[in-house]
């Protein structure tokens, strides 16, 4: 069987194949040395004939000491030792090419006695992280992917004891062509212009040929509107008929480059790609894209407006986009509405409608608690949640990220999740999340099943807290459990807080079991230490204790110190023997081959000095006793402490995209000045001062931090028509690196913010006066007002609106003409060069006329009383107050009120009037004598009449009933007698009439020769009168059908109390 030969320092293959000794061996004497070639397309091998090489004998002596030949000790001074001589390449130096984006190998291959050792290095640099190894016994640099920069000389160092020698390789770096500008296809309109640029770069500079339809341009039918320069072709006011496909071809002595581009002449009206009429959805605070794709040539513009607003939608908080799409940065409410995306090119116009809606976010407003139940109980997980109402919710509950258990033990509500009866199984983690179309949102909660007859709690908080065994770095922190309620404490966590740099911010620094009361604690410099102990057991955390004295550590110097940690440590169990040992041992990584050792016990420990700044070390600890050494243990890398980095990014520039944002670009630093883990890079900004006022305005420092190694990062929330300054630092672990130089930069005008007040100071019949102030963040130069206003009705319905543009430099108008007693909105911002601000809004009312202005009401208060009395008046300039007291002083004020009789639109200032006490000029008609002598006449002569109504009244005898009635008399309307005060039913003349109100038959007819007629039938068949005619029956209580009958009459009733 063949053996493939086994390669060293001293014996290995070369890159073109061939088979290398540094130095011969006998061992190495052989007659089947086989070279085998593989063809990989092939899938063939060959192979050459065996060679043999013969190692020639020394004497005797020699042959004992060439035994002793290895690859490392050769020391006898009696053997012939030689210096290292190189075999591949020859000489002091070389020269090697290489491609671009290839894989650059160079290659030392060396002889002598010692064997040499081979090591590599750059003259003009470093080698480039990542894309660099050493293979092959060190005897070959590999370099893949090879960029400009990998061009330099490097140098290969071979040397033993007696000797070293080097060999230079200046490597080149060629490259066949690249792109850098592809040409692309253009759409272009009659008349218009273009250009097709086509660079690529390489070395040497490729030549660049332009064709047209596959012909040499140069052969091509000429064009007077196209010229070629270079890698570029320019058209001017292209024809129609003159589309083509263009080809650029970009070649070197490496290779060559071909790309096509079809240049279409078209005469096109926009249109709209996008949808109509589609609907965006987006949570509030989210940003929102409305797109907007058109065709058109030439190539429409794009402007958008919404709802009914003629002003475009540019500036903050707006942003539109080069292919149409107009972006929101953070949506708000305000921004739902209708938008209209307008193309326009000169050949016409074109409009699509879309709608956003903004929602309102999903939140969690009451978060399921931690529970602790014990077995067989009930467990509720409350989960309440706020939505937008117009999305539809999902509620989901999970355990432990998985599905709940099929078990009906488990009720899902709209709002909550019920458990009964639990037991052990059910402990975990349960999860709520609420789903809509948009967003979603999810808390947990963790549930501990007990299967104790008692309730626990969480424990009391620790107290007592003391600091003991004060070091510069560390410290020793003491205190009192407080009561475990049931429940053994598991833990003790600490806490801390910096009050030097982080005031109010707890972080958790360690813990120790419950077992213990005190924990040492390590400490870094220059911090400001407090401290707190949590309690932790099955129920949950204690409150925290009341924090620890404060105690500060001293800033330290650079701390290049490496922690070599014992992990693991042997207890006492496994020890196996006595004298417990470590031995922990370390090196450099890729750099010590040999081990640095120390020996010690009872540590967890050791801190190794002076090694340099963050560099990689192999560190093993090994356990020893009396008896022996324990198994080798596994190697860990470490770094040695961090230090603040020592370079700022170089080429610091900012590119301002609008008014309010802006891009910040620099330099990665290299990575060897970070020292240490590269955290990131930090961007301190600050506006120095608004460019519209000449005085400083500088605020308090801002901060973003850009993760990782990132080379540029976004400034946003930035003020418009500012200037700012700005410096770029990396930091890392340590802390932050240098500074770079401050650059200045300047955001350009955007909108204005709100006027500062808009107030009506003038109210009259048909005008009113508003005054202004300007706003108080410019952010840029005014150019104007706008005011609109529009008549509200006392339904709030909204008229037109009228609008007018006002100067700068105004700060109050006048709108006269304006209708009586009506109430208008205005609408007033502020405009720059940008377009126009935020909107305030004021409402007013004109007084009213005559006939039907808000009512004044004249308000009049006598000194000494305490309420206003008020009376309602129309818009008359004059009113008269009646009912003043004489002798009075009066506090008169008049009061503009609005319609709804809440609003004081004016009030006039308080006039003092004064009633005076005289006597009145008109004689009182009260106290005239022949007024009073007339009253008496007329009283005299009424009592007169009464005596002689009252004798004929009360007159002796019967009265006699006519027992017939007149046919034709309708006892109804009978009328009353007004010579002799009597009524005509029971006058003496017509004594034989019937009583009125008389009963008729039950059958409605009226019998006049009856004797039923008479008042004895009415009377029931009883006399209802005595000797004097009186009617006595009528008090006289008789039976319940008589008087149900005459219940039934209320004539009846009537005229019985005329007579009582």
Request: glycine share 6%.
């Amino acid at each position: 069987d063949k053996i493939r030969l086994p390669q060293s320092s001293r014996v290995f293959q070369a890159l073109n194949g061939d088979l290398y000794f540094s130095n011969v061996l006998k061992e190495d004497s052989r007659n089947d040395y086989i070279c085998y070639a593989r063809f990989p397309h092939t899938q063939t091998i060959q192979q050459k004939q065996p060679i043999t090489l013969l190692v020639l004998n020394l004497d005797a002596v020699n042959e004992t000491v060439a035994a002793l030949f290895n690859e490392t000790d050769f020391f006898n001074g009696s053997v012939e030792e030689r210096k290292p001589t190189f075999l591949i390449p020859s000489g002091s130096s070389s020269s090697k090419m290489v491609l671009r984006g290839q894989v650059l190998e160079l290659e030392c291959i060396t002889e002598g006695l010692p064997t040499p050792e081979v090591s590599w290095s750059k003259l003009s640099g470093e080698f480039p992280d990542k894309r660099t190894s050493i293979v092959t016994f060190q005897k070959i640099l590999r370099i893949v992917n090879v960029s400009d920069a990998d061009a330099g000389e490097y140098r290969c160092t071979a040397h033993n004891h007696l000797a070293s020698i080097h060999h230079t390789i200046r490597v080149t770096v060629k490259a066949a062509p690249y792109w850098i500008t592809t040409p692309r296809n253009l759409v272009l309109a009659p008349r218009e212009k273009g250009q097709l640029i086509c660079r690529a770069s390489g070395t040497p500079k490729p030549t660049i040929n332009w064709a047209m339809n596959g012909i040499p341009i140069e052969n091509s039918p000429e064009d007077s509107n196209r010229k070629v320069e270079g890698d570029t072709i320019i058209f001017d006011e292209v024809q129609t008929g003159s589309s083509a496909v263009y080809q650029c071809n970009a070649s070197n002595e490496y290779g060559y480059l071909l790309s096509n581009a079809f240049v279409n002449v078209l005469s096109e009206t926009p249109r709209v790609l996008t949808p109509a009429n589609q609907v965006y959805q987006v949570i509030r605070n989210n940003h929102a894209l409305l797109d907007c794709s058109s065709f058109g040539s030439p190539i429409p513009k794009i402007t958008w407006f919404k709802d009914s607003q003629s002003s475009t939608l540019e500036g903050d908080p707006y942003l539109l986009h080069e292919n149409g799409t107009l972006e929101i940065y953070v949506a708000q409410a305000l921004n739902s509405g209708k938008y209209i995306c307008v193309a326009r090119n000169t050949l016409g116009i074109a409009e699509n409608h879309v709608y956003l809606e903004v929602k309102e976010p999903t939140r969690i407003l009451k978060q399921p608690k931690y529970k602790v139940a014990q077995r067989n109980m009930n467990v509720v997980f409350e989960c309440k949640v706020k939505h937008d109402p117009t999305l539809i919710p999902i509620m989901i509950w999970l355990k432990d990220n998985g599905e709940l258990p099929d078990d009906e033990r488990f009720l899902v509500d709209s709002d909550s999740l019920t458990i009964t009866d639990v037991t052990e199984n059910d402990a975990g983690t349960y999860t709520c999340i609420m789903n809509t179309t948009l967003d979603h949102d999810s808390a947990s909660a963790e549930l501990t099943v007990l299967n104790v007859l008692c309730s626990p709690e969480q424990p009391d908080p620790p107290t007592d807290l003391e600091l003991t065994d004060m070091k510069p770095r560390s410290v020793q922190l003491t205190w009192i459990p407080g009561d475990e309620h049931k429940s053994p404490i598991h833990k003790f966590v600490i806490q801390y807080t910096d009050s030097l740099h982080d005031h109010g911010h707890w972080h958790n620094l360690t813990h120790v079991p419950g077992s213990k009361t005190t924990a040492h604690l390590e400490l870094s410099p220059y911090v400001h230490y407090s401290f707190r102990v949590l309690a932790l057991n099955a129920v949950g955390l204690s409150d925290p204790s009341n924090p620890s004295h404060m105690y500060k550590t001293n800033p330290a110097g650079t701390d290049y110190r490496i922690a070599l940690l014992i992990m693991g440590l042997i207890c006492n169990n496994n020890a196996n023997g006595p004298g417990l040992q470590y031995k922990v041992m370390w090196r450099q990584k890729d750099v010590d081959k040999n081990w640095t050792s120390v020996t010690v016990a009872n540590v967890s420990k050791f801190m190794v000095s002076g090694t340099p700044t963050f560099t990689p070390y192999e560190v093993k600890v090994q356990a020893i006793n009396n008896n022996g050494i324990g198994p080798d243990p596994a190697v860990i890398t470490g770094h040695s402490g961090e230090n603040f980095p020592v370079q700022a990014p170089d080429s610091v520039r900012v590119l301002v995209l609008n008014s309010t944002l802006a891009e910040v670009h620099w330099e990665p630093v290299p990575p060897k000045t970070v020292r240490g883990h590269l955290k990131g890079y930090k961007v301190y900004y600050w506006r120095e001062r608004s460019l519209h006022k000449h005085n400083p305005h500088r605020v308090e420092q801002q901060l973003l931090s850009f993760s990782g190694n990132k080379s540029h990062g976004m400034l946003p929330g930035l003020q418009p028509y500012s200037t700012y300054l700005f410096n770029v630092r990396v930091y890392n672990g340590k802390g932050d690196g240098p500074a770079s130089s401050n650059l200045q930069f300047e955001t350009p005008e955007g909108v204005p913010g709100p006027p500062s007040f808009l107030r009506i100071t003038n109210s009259n019949l048909n005008n009113l006066t508003l005054e202004w102030g300007p706003p108080n963040d410019r952010n840029g130069h005014l150019t104007g007002y706008i005011l609109k206003y529009q008549q509200v009705n006392n339904s709030n319905e909204l008229g037109p609106i009228e609008e007018l543009a006002l100067p700068a430099n105004k700060t109050s108008v006048t709108l006269p003409n304006l209708k009586y007693s009506t109430r208008y909105k205005f609408y007033f911002h502020a405009k720059t060069g940008q377009g126009a601000g935020p909107v305030i809004t004021e409402e007013a009312v004109t007084i009213m006329d005559e006939a039907g202005s808000p009512p004044r009401h004249p308000f009049h208060k006598a000194l000494g009383e305490e309420d206003w009395q008020k009376e309602y008046v129309n818009g008359s300039q004059a009113y008269v107050l009646k009912g003043l007291k004489e002798g009075l002083s009066y506090r008169v004020r008049v009061v503009a009120k609005g319609h709804d009789d809440q609003a004081v639109l004016h009030q006039s200032e308080e006039l003092l009037v004064t009633v005076p006490a005289m006597p009145s000029r008109q004689a009182d008609i009260a106290t005239q004598g022949w007024f009073i002598g007339l009253m008496c006449a007329i009283a005299l002569l009424i009592l007169v009449l009464l005596i002689i109504c009252f004798i004929k009244r009360n007159k002796g005898g019967k009265y006699p009933v006519k027992e017939k009635e007149d046919a034709h008399t309708d006892p109804e309307f009978q009328p009353m007698k007004e010579d002799d005060c009597t009524f005509g039913e029971y006058s003496d003349t017509e004594d034989h009439k019937p009583l009125k109100g008389s009963r008729t038959p039950s059958n409605g007819t009226v019998h006049r020769d009856s004797s039923d007629e008479s008042l004895v039938d009415y009377g029931g068949g009883d006399g209802q009168f005595n000797e004097d005619g009186s009617f006595i029956g009528q008090y006289s209580g008789k039976s319940s059908i008589r008087e149900t009958a005459e219940a039934h009459s209320p004539v009846n009733t009537t005229i019985v109390n005329s007579f009582v």
